[in-house]
């Protein structure tokens, strides 16, 4: 009892040692009897295709023992901060999932991944994965992480039945036609313009609205170092961003993302703005979806302003250093950019493959659709800025409060100097 | 000061020293070690993960609240505590004063008034949600449908969306759990006043109510003093239940949740070492002064 | 008049205590299609038990953990309060009232801002992930409050007995086992009842300290909730909160009896 006492405490100084920058292990061993992976995918839908990339990883690594270590909560709940701290206390996953993109750039830094050109190169991935894509997650000259599936933030979802009520011919093509349309809805019918839900909801919104009113390449010069948040064009978007979030719904900080996009297909909400994780939603039998029909109960396209741009996120796997099973990190890897991998993985998922060679007749529905959008020679990508693409966890962190701050504000001038702040502080 | 008492004394009092030690080691490291760890961290000016350890000289307490989400979280972190404790006490006081003469059922009604003590809001978290939901009359639902079906439309309100009075909503779930607790504590202690002391008031002409002002409630100080810490360092340290309800939202912002934003959301070590040393003062401010007084008045007694 | 009123008011106030509940129960026997907050009032028009089913399913390894964690933690936890109660109220030593007021200072740390440097140390003494070092951090976290319960008990026991056992020759541990102990019931009680909920209910401690392979039923309950791209699937939501709810809600039904007649036996006041 005592003996172990006495080593706490021994323990504990050293835990301060370590805790005072000294540290980090040797050259790994190439362990590969076993992988322990770190993902949020716990619900049904993801949990599945999980579970079928797993199935296909086994048959081809026999011997090699999977541990699923899944915790709810990705969009920067628990599984982040679990995950933050197993990293900075040097006991890492094998491999982690996280948003491709900027969101991993604290890991980066903090020497926490290992860069993954070599792997890219060995396995021929460099023209597996569209070169837009590979640019946008590239950082200073390496690549830190494998993605495995694509979603696309910038879709709108309407109801046709309120659409018609309200005399709206189809879905707007631009922030200012919707916006019209949203007083449309407002003052011919008694429903809901735009659901919206809690307050990331509304950060969600935000990166749609500003693609949207900028542009493509003025969207994506806002997220390079030193971009200029105080000019005109942003004081544009944002007025009318303020105008959207004025026909949003009262109870939206109590209500989840699904419970907005729900009053769509419900007939309470004409609009919602979401990425296309709602379709599977939608249509999905019971008990993981509503089993509503395309075409009667929603329709969908693109945000509005944003038809030929893609703006994407993407959940990618990465090498922690010091992986205790590094061997076994590869070999996942490996599963979760093969063909096969992303192929069991997406239908399931309800996303498409990040890469370009994936098997077409697989995706159906809206997933056809977004294939093809995805494939379309010609697309332009914008990365989500929500979705870890291209804002580091503190901007992405003072966003958010800003946003926040201004759904009860309603102050512009407060939420434009907040998100310039925001930028400043970035870090990038 | 002769050695020999000196030695006796040592005698008397080691085997107690050494039947606490593993507790008194135990604390200072993991209690003690960890506020220190804190406290480093507070003034190290260490604003990302990768910068050293320096000495920002206590600069980051005063930058806290140059930080836009920052007064709002204490805003809301005072008119919490405030409805809290206050409701707490008050509907705990009330239900032991209801039940202090016996009543029949009375283990059934205590059952219900305690069970919420029982139940985590990472259960309830989503039931609460829905009871506080300030939708509309035509998609109204929880206590707002309740009560528009009942002709009382004029209760229906914003809860915790209210801008300004929503922390005080947020109270709810908190006076639910706890105020039971408070009522079985305050049961505990009427019941610990001697009926010779109530009888000898009635006899003297003390009306029921006059027993309870002069004599009952002021022998209860000590436990009034105990709940109102114990309620106080929950409410401060408001966390679990602010995350299962509303989240990290803006709105409902409060030091607890800030401490976790910096910390894991926005990697910023130093901010949420100094958010967890303000709440920690907070609560000493509160607390110490009553484990000294309450040490020393047992001494006397 | 207060013959009809006080119990009109104690039925009134149960009634709103009992309305979380009521929707938990009623959601959690619903079919998946009639769960969600609208028809929150509402009966079930047809009866399910889906939800349970699969909460029994998804919970069960965790429950194993749980009841694990909970019992030894907060065994280790009473007796643990028991010795330094009895130690600090009647075998003191010079600057017990000091230790005393420091361990309860402890009571009082935010949890949130050590998470990581305690994940650290656990990592150091190899216990990370493991249920022992979750039983280890929740039973030293657990020493203040214990160690107050046990005091403010035994202080209400009499010096004489003490002193009567020490002069027959008895040594600390013989006179905490012969004449401490027996007495200890009602402080015994709050205390394991008490320890019980909080362990049971953490979800702090088990998501940073815990692994797969040693998660409680918080961290299982959690996950249910998802974060994916699938409707909430509020039957079982609700059903996975009462079941994972089930142990402490009979600890206080059936027990809440000791819990009261500890605190009138003066553990944990004043």
Not at chain 1, 387 to 413: E, M, N, P, Y
Not at chain 2, 112 to 119: G, K, N, Q, R, S
Not at chain 3, 75 to 100: C, E, T
Not at chain 3, 176 to 189: D, N
Request: charged share 15%; with cysteine.
């Amino acid at each position: 009892m005592r003996g172990r006492w006495k080593a706490a405490a021994a323990a504990a100084l050293s835990g301060v040692l370590a805790l005072s920058g000294c540290g980090g292990g040797g050259k790994e061993t190439g362990d590969a009897s076993k992988v322990e992976v770190f993902s949020w995918w716990t619900g049904p839908g993801e949990a599945d295709g999980l579970a079928a990339m797993v199935a296909d990883f086994k048959k081809k690594n026999p011997g090699v023992e999977f541990v699923n270590a899944a915790i709810a909560g990705g969009s920067g709940t628990q599984a982040q901060a679990v995950l933050a701290s197993r990293l900075q206390n040097r006991k890492p996953p094998d491999s982690f999932q996280g948003h491709a993109g900027a969101e991993l750039l604290d890991y980066i830094k903090a020497g926490q991944i290992e860069p993954l050109d070599s792997f890219y190169d060995e396995n021929g991935l460099r023209s597996a994965y569209p070169q837009q894509l590979l640019q946008q997650i590239t950082y200073q000259g390496k690549i830190y992480s494998v993605p495995v599936n694509i979603h696309r933030s910038n879709m709108l979802w309407y109801n046709p039945k309120i659409l018609k009520e309200a005399g709206i011919a189809g879905p707007p093509a631009s922030i200012a036609d919707f916006i019209a349309a949203l007083k449309a809805v407002k003052d011919k019918t008694g429903k809901v313009p735009l659901s919206l839900g809690a307050q990331w909801t509304a950060d969600h919104l935000l990166e749609n609205v500003l693609l949207g009113d900028l542009g493509t390449d003025a969207y994506n010069a806002l997220w390079r170092p030193g971009a200029d948040w105080n000019g005109p064009a942003v004081t544009k978007a944002l007025h009318d961003f303020a105008t959207i979030v004025g026909y949003t719904t009262a109870e939206a900080a109590s209500t989840d993302w699904q419970g907005a996009a729900k009053a769509v297909v419900d007939g309470e909400a004409a609009f919602n703005i979401m990425g296309d994780w709602a379709y599977g939603y939608f249509t999905g039998g019971a008990p993981n979806g509503l089993g509503k029909k395309l075409g009667t109960d929603f329709k969908y396209a693109p945000s509005p302003g944003t038809d030929g741009t893609y703006m994407w996120l993407s959940d990618s796997f990465t090498l922690p250093k010091g992986a205790p099973h590094r061997g076994g990190s590869l070999l996942w890897l490996k599963e979760v950019s093969s063909k096969e991998g992303q192929d069991l993985f997406n239908p399931k998922k309800g996303s498409v493959p990040a890469r370009k060679d994936a098997d077409k007749s697989l995706y159906t529905g809206y997933l056809e659709y977004a294939f093809n959008e995805w494939n379309k020679p010609g697309v332009k990508l914008a990365g989500s800025f929500w979705h870890g693409v291209s804002a580091s966890k503190r901007q992405h962190t003072d966003i958010d409060t800003a946003v926040g701050l201004f759904l009860q504000s309603r102050d512009v001038g407060k939420l434009q100097a907040g998100l310039a702040e925001a930028a400043k502080n970035s870090g990038q | 000061m002769s050695p020999a008492p000196a030695r006796r004394r040592l005698r008397k009092s080691l085997p107690g020293l050494l039947l606490v030690s593993p507790s008194i080691l135990a604390v200072g490291l993991f209690v003690y070690g960890l506020i220190f760890w804190n406290t480093r961290v507070a003034v190290s000016g260490r604003h990302d993960e990768v910068s050293p350890y320096g000495f920002d000289k206590g600069r980051d307490f005063v930058d806290l609240w140059h930080q836009p989400s920052w007064p709002g979280a204490v805003r809301h972190a005072l008119l919490f505590t405030a409805v809290f404790v206050g409701g707490a006490l008050l509907l705990g006081a009330f239900l032991a004063f209801l039940m202090d003469k016996g009543i029949r059922g009375e283990a059934g009604f205590r059952a219900v008034y305690l069970f919420p003590m029982a139940i985590s809001f990472i259960a309830s978290g989503v039931v609460w949600r829905w009871l506080m939901n300030p939708a509309p009359p035509e998609r109204a639902v929880g206590l707002n449908q309740l009560f528009h079906k009942a002709g009382l439309g004029a209760l229906a309100n914003d809860w915790w969306q209210d801008p300004g009075w929503g922390m005080a909503a947020m109270a709810l779930p908190a006076i639910w759990q706890m105020s039971g607790y408070v009522m079985a504590l305050y049961l505990a202690g009427f019941r610990g006043v001697p009926e010779e002391l109530r009888e000898a008031a009635r006899v003297d002409g003390a009306s029921e109510w006059q027993v309870y002002r002069y004599v009952v409630f002021p022998r209860l100080r000590p436990v009034t003093l105990s709940a109102l810490i114990i309620l106080g360092h929950i409410s401060l340290k408001v966390f679990d239940l602010i995350m299962a309800i509303a989240g990290k939202q803006i709105i409902t912002y409060v030091p607890a949740v800030a401490t976790y934003v910096e910390v894991f959301d926005r990697h910023d070590p130093a901010n949420g070492a100094t958010i967890a040393t303000y709440l920690l003062v907070a609560v000493a401010v509160l607390v110490v002064p009553y484990l000294v007084w309450s040490v020393r008045t047992e001494r006397v007694r | 008049m207060t013959r009809v009123l006080r119990p009109a008011l104690l039925l009134l106030f149960a009634v709103l205590f009992l309305i979380p509940v009521y929707v938990l129960v009623v959601t959690s026997l619903k079919p998946f299609a009639e769960a969600g907050p609208q028809q929150a009032w509402s009966l079930p028009a047809h009866w399910s038990l889906a939800g349970w089913r699969s909460a029994w399913t998804t919970l069960r390894p965790g429950l194993v953990n749980s009841v694990k964690i909970a019992v030894t933690g907060s065994l280790l936890s009473a007796v643990l309060g028991s010795l330094n109660g009895y130690v600090l109220a009647k075998w003191r030593f010079p600057g017990a009232d000091a230790v005393f007021t420091l361990f309860l200072f402890g009571m009082f740390i935010p949890y949130q801002a050590v998470m990581i440097p305690l994940a650290g140390l656990l990592t150091h003494l190899e216990l990370a992930g493991t249920i022992r070092g979750l039983v280890l951090a929740h039973v030293v976290y657990g020493i203040p409050i214990c160690t107050l319960i046990f005091r403010n008990y035994y202080v209400t026991v009499p010096d004489e007995l003490v002193e009567a056992a020490r002069v027959d020759g008895a040594g600390i541990l013989r006179t905490y086992a012969w004449i401490v102990l027996p007495l200890s019931g009602p402080a015994f009680a709050v205390t394991l009842i008490w320890q019980f909920t909080s362990l049971w209910n953490d979800f702090l401690f088990a998501v940073f300290l815990g692994a797969p392979d040693s998660w409680p039923v918080t961290v299982l309950l959690n996950n249910t909730a998802g974060s994916g791209a699938v409707a909430v699937q509020y039957d079982q939501q609700m059903a996975s909160a009462l079941l994972a709810s089930l142990p402490t809600l009979l600890v206080y039904l059936l027990l809440g009896r000791f819990f009261m007649r500890g605190l009138m036996a003066g553990a944990l006041k004043g």
